[in-house]
């Protein structure tokens, strides 16, 4: 008899503040089965671990038999040490040194890796996502935060304290007047520009009486939303457009700022606010060009929208099982360090 | 007979804007000789070739006979294709496309390496230098400009373009009231932080006709240096103190944003204005306190002075050849890229 190799697949969950993904992920990126639901709140590890293996145990269920499951891979909002597959600290989930690895090895008897939610975004954007072709690229997820992936020549880069590329928390603007950043700063681009950024301009501007449908939104739903801003910009109300450019004229500056230290081939912008990317993209793409280091500019192939949208995490997780982000150097120096 | 391995050593040519540093370097980053004059100016690159390959000459004759010479090490003022060892472009040097390690080859028949001179510094202080105990770190030269060089996991990261770690270019100050940069843009930290700005500062406070000594230094000698402006600072020039204050506070948030993007273990600070350190670091110290996202600013051991003062480049230089920059991995998960 001659055995044949059989077909290899993972499971990879993506657990963010609001939403929980599994997916089952075969070799190519290809997304065999999927299953998503709301993310437990305000309860303990233990409740969000067993809804999360949950959804791994029904995705197992759902592979043919005669596919191989190599393992498990999650995504986890917070910094995480990949090393040992620990949550080390979740704000939105109330997290503190949570054993995530630990937990599904003793669930599944499966080979498990963990690691942050941005990072896996990352992961999946550059196996079969919007960074497939580069070997060095940075993610930037903007929703209600702004998280960031880096990529250098073909590999993650988290930094030895687990938390490099803060691009969300660069300084862009100093001193008291400053707005307040969720991470008690004040100034961050993520106070700027995020999405919770555009809802706080929002309502200033209904406070403030200016002339906005923002004001009928609000008077209609009692708050304003990121994407009421970006839905009145769209019909042309000049408010919310200046509201959605100066959010974007911020990112572009931070972007500009990354390009200039990491030297990357692309950038790649997801989260619900690259939602509006048609209505941003010009603005960053002026901003960049206007604020990058020339030699950067002319080596950045472009700033692109994300191309998984909402499986990006799930797909970058279960590629940490099963493809090593790693490709051939290209011909052009693309090797890390010393020559 | 038994044969005895014979002491390395490497020569460690350091070629800056306005000096032509030759250094002959032992295995344990010892100088052993050393010849330094100035860059000639005004003339092609053959002219200063050829006055490096005296320097490297005079310092190969001047090596013990039982000194067995592995190579050459260069570091050039601009982008330079570390791999193919060709300087790119050096607007200082009047340079475009010089092939430098292939010139060095066929003078000496020795192994030749060639790195950016900022990048080379950057190795020699991190060889034997203020970060020898770092294996993330970066560098500023702080001088006419702001050149930068970065270390990731014991690796330099010169990014695929040969153009990362352009801390000085980060967009600091936006729209047409910002300082012009060396590089055409407005509002660089190069702009507001180096010696060039603080000296653009000084005649401008002049001009406006504050009350400071830096008046009677341009009515003696007709012009005002960053150095004058740091001695007037120290002698309680208040005028002399808010400049270099201002100018330190920039340098803070651009090391702040360098600390959020790359998580280093420490920031090395070198170059001229690095020589007034005692007066720069309180103010930079905060800035970088004040603005670093606070787990990075945790993780950070600190920003501390260069500690090889003109030798860097050319010790780095010869790093090139003798010592791999590579460490062993510390326990904590220092590891580049995935797990």
């Known amino acids: 008899m001659i055995s044949r190799s059989r077909a290899r697949a ?23 089965a999927r299953r998503r639901r709301a993310t437990p709140r305000g309860q303990g590890p233990e409740t969000v671990l067993e809804a999360m293996r949950e959804e791994a145990a029904g995705l197992l269920a759902a592979a043919p038999p005669d596919l191989c499951v190599a393992g498990l891979g999650a995504g986890v909002a917070g910094p995480v040490d990949a090393v040992r597959g620990v949550c080390l600290f979740s704000p939105n989930l109330g997290w503190r040194d949570v054993e995530v690895a630990a937990y599904f090895r003793q669930a599944f008897d499966l080979p498990v890796l963990v690691d942050n939610d ?11 996502g919007a960074a497939k072709s580069y070997r060095t690229f940075i993610t930037l997820t903007v929703g209600t935060g702004i998280g960031s992936g880096v990529v250098l020549d073909g590999r993650l880069w988290p930094g030895p304290g687990h938390s490099a590329g803060e691009i969300g928390h660069i300084p862009m603007k100093i001193g008291p007047g400053a707005p307040l950043c969720g991470c008690g700063r004040r100034g961050c681009l993520e106070a700027l520009a995020s999405g919770t950024a555009i809802r706080r301009e929002a309502r200033l501007v209904v406070e403030r009486g200016e002339p906005t449908v923002l004001a009928e939104v609000r008077a209609t739903t009692g708050d304003i939303t990121a994407r009421d801003v970006t839905e009145a910009a769209r019909t042309g109300d000049a408010v919310a457009r200046r509201i959605i450019e100066e959010a974007a004229d911020h990112l572009g500056t931070g972007i500009a700022t990354a390009v200039n230290l990491f030297n990357p081939e692309a950038v790649i912008v997801g989260g619900g606010v690259a939602g509006a990317w048609d209505l941003l993209s010009p603005v960053v793409e002026r901003a960049v060009a206007e604020r990058a280091f020339p030699p950067n500019l002319a080596f950045l192939r472009g700033v692109f929208p994300a191309a998984l949208g909402e499986d990006a995490g799930a797909v970058g997780a279960a590629s940490l099982v099963l493809a090593p982000l790693e490709r051939p150097a290209a011909g052009d120096g693309g090797e890390v360090g010393r020559r």
């Not at 941005?118 to 079969?128: C, D, F, K, N, S």
């Open 10 to 32: 993972a499971i990879g969950l993506d657990l963010g503040g609001s939403t929980l993904t599994g997916l089952l992920v075969d070799e190519t990126g290809r997304v065999l």
């Open 118 to 128: 941005v990072r896996v975004a990352t992961l999946g954007e550059g196996w079969v």
